[in-house]
């Protein structure tokens, strides 16, 4: 009896371990939906991005608080609102690169872009089952699963509604549990009413670090009630559903130069940094907003790279003298 139930146990464990050993090699080889390859890690955001002082405060502790919760209700869904090229798009990847070991390319990841993803009107019918299965599949594989819509203002009013239902308080749909997710939807819209909050706290010579979030979420849940695509927008706030709408502000040329500079460590010219001339010149081949002021940069820092490499083609390659003299 002892060597039948010392036997039982070797086999117990070793097909455990068989099991233990199966699930980490199919981690290794593919991804899981556990640490290493999903876990939040905080800690990169703030030197990343540039003059977004209400986006660095309420994204990450909107996140951790949502993380940590052993029990939330539902999903955690965020709006970002502004200007092109303030930094929604690229705090939505840090976002990603943070929570998932793959980043963007994780399986548990879904980037919808409403106008290269849904882009016939004609479609609608195909298209909701098409994105509602998107939604389900992702989550199904992952229970931290993120989905970014951009351009969201331009999503069709039924495909708006299609997806309220992920968002909403339910502790399944189709079998799934969603309120571990992430919804973040990324649009222009009130991109002009922070613009001028924003200008006027420029204008009265007040930093633009005592702005803060009660200034601007008002304007938006209107400005997302009012517009087009509005009535599916207006559901959702009325619903409580969005958590927080967080104003990207539009940026000024000492943010534009500290993109430059990021870009240019990145590109290994790192020597380039403090030399005024270079970095002067690709800042003036931007353009400013408004006229009179010229406070702000009209792409944010959307047009940095290109302009930097075109600056950096101009520059003659540095020829040493030295070389020469070896090889005559
Ligand atoms: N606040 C910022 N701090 C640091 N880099 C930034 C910031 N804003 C933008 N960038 C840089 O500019 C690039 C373009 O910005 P991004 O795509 O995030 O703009 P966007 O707000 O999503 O614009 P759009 O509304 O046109 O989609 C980013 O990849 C990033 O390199």
């Known amino acids: 009896e002892l060597i039948s139930l010392l036997t039982g146990t070797a086999v117990a464990l070793s097909a455990g371990a068989f099991w233990g050993f199966r699930d ?27 003059g977004q002082h209400l986006v660095k405060d309420v994204v990450v502790n909107a996140i951790k608080a949502h993380w940590h919760n052993e029990n939330p209700k539902k999903p ?24 998932f070991k793959q980043g963007l390319r994780s399986n548990f990841i879904q980037h919808i872009v409403a106008t290269n993803d849904f882009p016939d009107k004609n479609k609608i019918e195909e ?22 819509f951009d351009e969201t203002d331009k999503l069709p009013e039924q495909l708006l509604g299609a997806i309220k239902p992920f968002l909403d308080y339910y502790s ?37 670090e005592q702005l803060r979030l009660e200034s601007f979420e008002r304007d938006l849940m209107n400005f997302s009630f009012n517009e087009k695509g509005g009535l599916q927008m207006s559901e959702l706030i009325s619903n409580h559903l969005i958590d927080h709408f967080i104003p990207f502000l539009p940026l000024q040329r000492e943010h534009v130069k500290s993109c430059v500079g990021a870009y240019l460590r990145k590109r290994g010219r790192a020597d380039l940094v403090s030399n005024v001339e270079f970095v002067e010149k690709v800042l003036n081949s931007l353009q400013y907003f408004p006229e ?19 600056e950096l083609a101009k520059i003659r390659p540095l020829i040493h003298s030295s070389q020469f003299d070896d090889e005559l």
Do not use: W
């Open 24 to 50: 980490r090699l199919r981690c290794h080889l593919y991804e899981c939906c556990h640490e290493p390859d999903v876990g939040f890690n905080h800690h990169n955001i703030a030197n990343m991005l540039f």
């Open 172 to 208: 399944k749909i189709s079998g799934v549990d969603f309120r571990r997710s992430i919804f973040i939807l990324l649009s222009n819209k009130g991109g002009g009413k922070i613009a001028e909050i924003t200008l006027k706290q420029y204008e009265n010579g007040y930093p633009r």
């Open 76 to 99: 955690l869904v965020l709006s970002f609102h502004g200007y092109t090229g303030s930094g929604k798009n690229y705090v939505a990847e840090i976002i990603a690169n943070n929570t």
């Open 292 to 310: 009179s002021s010229k406070a702000f940069s009209s792409s944010g820092c959307k047009r940095v790279d290109a302009k930097t490499d075109l």
């Open 127 to 148: 298209y909701k089952t098409e994105l509602r299965n998107r939604i389900l599949t992702t989550a199904q594989k992952c229970h931290r699963s993120i989905f970014i």
